[in-house]
């Protein structure tokens, strides 16, 4: 699992900001487009692309995308 294809995943849940604005230390909350739907889809796309269910609790603990990424890593 590479960070580079984490991140366009990722991104490609924000259907209104642009892709080049996620980077590895990128606060994701901070997006205006932030919502907890948004949040789901995130979580279903760690579940249909790496097959795991990332708790709610540990994914609401994540500041960055980087964070994410470990916590995914981490467990697959």
């Known amino acids: 699992m590479e960070i580079n294809d984490f991140i366009a995943k990722f991104a490609d849940q924000f259907f209104d900001t642009d892709p080049t604005e996620f980077k590895p230390e990128t606060e994701f909350r901070q997006f205006e ?23 709610p609790k540990e994914f609401k603990a994540c500041t960055t995308v980087q964070d994410v990424f470990d916590a995914v890593k981490a467990h697959c």
Do not use: R
Not at 33 to 49: F, H
């Open 33 to 55: 487009e932030w919502s907890s739907m948004t949040g789901l889809c995130i979580l279903t796309m760690i579940k249909d692309e790496y097959g795991f269910f990332m708790d």
